[in-house]
């Protein structure tokens, strides 16, 4: 790792303590506001959740297995879904990203020495947690967890249809991490608006972090909403308020309407970031810059504006939704995402791409999403969305589209994993859970399409034989077991890379983003030394001063400059400070 | 701060227009509502970027020919570590437990959350410490 000019940072310190260590063990945790160690935090976290609802997903594909099934009973089942949705959405694959993947990476991408405000970022954690916990505990009420689904629908979720500790558990919890999602938000744009280091233009961040500031602003927007609701649905279960009841004179529609409004950007707030990584992860492991930085960007603010005027296409079927407005508004979602696809292709195009298990992934999310992606344009026909609405075709839409993000998730997990403990994770083993995964996905999600197109119904405890239905759901009970399979060996890897270290090194992946020019792990507020930024690939331009590519003046032609190489140009006379400035230090290995 | 104001700016933008028509086209209530505040979530943060933009020389984090050592100097008052945020989190449960069984744990809520806001205020004159 080359790296040059010590950058004099002049941190305002707190005083030294009295005592000559900070706090330590447990104490040293709970009281850190470290982004490092809050982002673990949340991955961790977040990762149990998503093991708990991995296996709530395998008990209900258990159920499914066999047709008159009896193995859960109808309201175990109902509380099986509605917490598997929840966990899965509400505490995983946001949290995951936002909170920890981003929180982790971003001020490390930007040379930023932390968060813009770490006791908030400390206190997003602990509300997540904590509300997290309230989740789970409904599972020890009387009554039982929520049942509603985890979109809560109303008249169901009132205080008759579904009583009891259990739902309010799920409303309040959910109050608790829309708070820590709000700070989080503020957080994210703050770090990259104020904390970036010099010469971090913001059209040379990478990628993902760009998508983690339009996921902030996003998120701004969404989370209000819901938690505003969540109180707006507390006041009707507890103090009478009516407001989503029509016998009081309310409007059982406006909870779609809110929800929604929510709902919709949440699928971004969970997609933006992984699209974030996938984009990171495919330049570096094609040896190139990103094709069309800036048609990428676009894209990313298109994706986030444009879906949040369209959250009444999962009304449709009410009838009392603008049809044309919020179909034409989906329709048009698909030039962004297709320009997107049209840039991650084109980043590959003629590079020398190297399948390591990151780029497997990222090249698995691309399949599954387009998969997804392409559903979804189908169900933004209101004719076709009358005929499935509700049926598994639209499980497995939404499946096939998050799938894709849990294995850009593991993208995420593999690239950065030496970066953030030290130590590489097992290669033959990381290929075993893409195939197992890639696979497991499509074995258990396609024939969703297939038993939807014929009518199955969603959230259904049991199906008669006569249905027809059996086949289809043993395959996708079969490709469940892959997916478990596919999860274990994840952990089994980790453990193995905790037992067994391989030294990473600060640069395992010959990558190009800032977070790579310090150690691994980077040591308190980050950086020792930052090299000088010159372009999108500042620890590139270091590692591999043959290959200089300096960022050009655009010139002012009033057209879009699209250049190979993403309006950058090979310089090569320009330097960066002469050779004994720079000093070489071996990785580890 | 050109670009980070026209990034909120374009949200109010595109929010006003689209607020506008879907009024105009359906006089709907509850989006339209949403529509106007997500307008204005992005405008008034954004002319406030804006006009700070025009007022302020351009910081080295905004100069694409910026040395490290331009960003010499202050970067920011970072707490070391802290227990209040912790302690907020418990308190904030323990209300939100409260909501739900209508219980002591509300009372008890609100003085951690109370005790926390104190400590967090004294905390920042002192410095940051635990």
Do not use: C
């Given at each position: 790792m080359t790296l040059v000019a010590e950058r004099p940072v002049v941190l305002v310190e707190s005083p030294e303590p009295e005592h000559e260590h900070g706090p330590s063990g447990l104490l040293k945790w709970i009281t850190s506001t470290d982004h490092k160690v809050i982002g673990k935090s949340y991955m961790i976290t977040s990762f149990v959740f998503f093991l708990l609802a991995g296996l709530m997903a395998m008990l209900i594909r258990a159920q499914l297995a066999n047709p008159d099934s009896t193995l859960l009973s109808q309201h175990t089942y109902n509380e099986m879904?509605?917490?598997?949705?929840?966990?899965?959405?509400?505490?995983?694959?946001?949290?995951?990203?936002?909170?920890?993947?981003?929180?982790?990476?971003?001020?490390?991408?930007?040379?930023?020495?932390?968060?813009?405000?770490?006791?908030?970022?400390?206190?997003?954690?602990?509300?997540?947690?904590?509300?997290?916990?309230?989740?789970?505990?409904?599972?020890?009420?009387?009554?039982?967890?929520?049942?509603?689904?985890?979109?809560?629908?109303?008249?169901?979720?009132?205080?008759?249809?579904?009583?009891?500790?259990?739902?309010?558990?799920?409303?309040?919890?959910?109050?608790?991490?829309?708070?820590?999602?709000?700070?989080?938000?503020?957080?994210?744009?703050?770090?990259?608006?104020?904390?970036?280091?010099?010469?971090m233009t913001m059209f040379r961040m990478p990628i993902f972090t760009w998508n983690m500031l339009v996921t902030g602003i996003l998120i701004l927007i969404a989370f209000p909403v819901f938690t505003s609701a969540l109180v707006l649905l507390w006041c009707d279960r507890h103090l009478g308020a009516h407001i989503f009841e029509v016998?009081?004179?309310?409007?059982?529609?406006?909870?779609?309407?809110?929800?929604?409004?929510?709902?919709?950007?949440?699928?971004?707030?969970?997609?933006?970031?992984?699209?974030?990584?996938?984009?990171?992860?495919?330049?570096?492991?094609?040896?190139?810059?990103?094709?069309?930085?800036?048609?990428?960007?676009?894209?990313?603010?298109?994706?986030?504006?444009?879906?949040?005027?369209?959250?009444?296409?999962?009304?449709?079927?009410?009838?009392?939704?603008?049809?044309?407005?919020?179909?034409?508004?989906?329709?048009?979602?698909?030039?962004?995402?297709?320009?997107?696809?049209?840039?991650?292709?084109?980043?590959?195009?003629?590079?020398?791409?190297?399948?390591?298990?990151?780029?497997?992934?990222?090249?698995?999310?691309?399949?599954?999403?387009?998969?997804?992606?392409?559903?979804?344009?189908?169900?933004?026909?209101?004719p076709i969305d009358f005929a499935t609405h509700d049926t598994y075709f639209v499980v497995a839409h939404f499946h096939s589209v998050v799938m894709?993000?849990?294995?850009?998730?593991?993208?995420?997990?593999?690239?950065?994993?030496?970066?953030?403990?030290?130590?590489?994770?097992r290669e033959g083993l990381g290929k075993a859970t893409f195939w197992l995964m890639f696979v497991g996905t499509n074995v258990t999600f396609l024939p969703m399409y297939l038993v939807g197109l014929k009518g199955m119904p969603r959230r259904i405890a049991?199906?008669?034989?006569?249905?027809?239905?059996?086949?289809?759901?043993?395959?996708?009970?079969?490709?469940?077991?892959?997916?478990?399979?596919?999860?274990?060996?994840?952990?089994?890897?980790?453990?193995?890379?905790?037992?067994?270290?391989?030294?990473?090194?600060?640069?395992?992946?010959?990558?190009?983003?800032?977070?790579?020019?310090?150690?691994?792990?980077?040591?308190?507020?980050?950086?020792?030394?930052?090299?000088?930024?010159?372009?999108?690939?500042?620890v590139w331009d270091h590692n591999h001063p043959e290959d200089r590519i300096i960022e050009r003046e655009r010139p002012r032609l009033g057209g879009l400059v699209a250049s190979a190489n993403g309006g950058t140009v090979l310089l090569d006379e320009v330097g960066f400070g002469s050779a004994d400035t720079i000093e070489t230090r071996d990785p580890d290995r | 701060m050109k670009i980070e104001s026209y990034v909120f700016l374009f949200v109010g933008f595109f929010f006003g227009l689209v607020g506008l028509v879907y009024w105009l086209l359906s006089y709907e209530d509850a989006g339209s509502t949403m529509l106007l505040g997500t307008f204005l979530l992005g405008s008034v943060p954004g002319f406030y970027y804006f006009w700070w933009s025009r007022r302020m020389s351009p910081r080295p984090a905004d100069d694409p020919k910026a040395s490290v050592e331009d960003g010499a100097g202050v970067v920011g008052a970072f707490p070391g570590s802290s227990i209040w945020p912790f302690v907020i989190g418990i308190g904030a449960t323990f209300v939100a437990l409260a909501l739900v069984f209508g219980?002591?744990?509300?009372?008890?809520?609100?003085?951690?959350?109370?005790?926390?806001?104190?400590?967090?205020?004294?905390e920042s004159r002192r410095g940051g410490l635990v």
């Open positions: 879904f509605t917490m598997h949705g929840s966990l899965m959405i509400y505490l995983f694959v946001g949290p995951v990203a936002f909170g920890g993947l981003a929180n982790y990476i971003v001020p490390l991408q930007i040379g930023a020495p932390d968060m813009a405000f770490p006791r908030l970022n400390a206190l997003s954690y602990w509300l997540y947690l904590g509300g997290g916990s309230l989740m789970m505990m409904g599972f020890l009420t009387t009554g039982s967890a929520a049942d509603f689904g985890w979109v809560a629908y109303a008249p169901l979720s009132n205080s008759i249809n579904t009583p009891g500790a259990g739902p309010d558990l799920w409303i309040v919890a959910l109050l608790l991490t829309g708070f820590s999602a709000i700070f989080t938000g503020v957080n994210l744009v703050s770090t990259i608006y104020y904390l970036r280091a010099p010469g016998s009081g004179g309310g409007v059982p529609v406006l909870w779609q309407d809110l929800f929604w409004f929510f709902g919709h950007p949440e699928v971004y707030i969970l997609a933006l970031p992984f699209f974030g990584i996938v984009t990171d992860v495919i330049a570096v492991f094609s040896r190139k810059p990103i094709f069309g930085y800036r048609g990428m960007v676009f894209a990313t603010i298109s994706i986030a504006a444009l879906s949040t005027s369209v959250w009444a296409h999962h009304m449709f079927t009410t009838g009392v939704v603008l049809l044309p407005f919020f179909s034409l508004m989906s329709y048009l979602i698909a030039v962004p995402t297709g320009i997107k696809f049209f840039n991650w292709i084109g980043t590959m195009w003629r590079g020398s791409v190297k399948f390591d298990t990151p780029m497997l992934f990222a090249a698995g999310f691309l399949v599954t999403f387009l998969l997804g992606g392409v559903s979804g344009i189908l169900l933004a026909s209101p894709s993000l849990v294995m850009a998730a593991f993208a995420g997990f593999f690239y950065w994993y030496p970066k953030m403990t030290g130590r590489m994770l049991e199906y008669a034989a006569t249905d027809g239905f059996t086949t289809l759901n043993r395959i996708s009970s079969a490709g469940s077991v892959l997916l478990f399979f596919s999860v274990s060996i994840f952990l089994v890897n980790a453990l193995v890379s905790w037992w067994k270290p391989v030294p990473a090194g600060d640069n395992p992946w010959d990558a190009s983003s800032l977070e790579w020019a310090t150690t691994s792990p980077p040591p308190q507020h980050n950086f020792l030394r930052i090299p000088p930024i010159r372009s999108q690939r500042p | 219980a002591w744990t509300f009372a008890v809520g609100l003085f951690l959350v109370a005790a926390s806001l104190v400590g967090v205020i004294y």
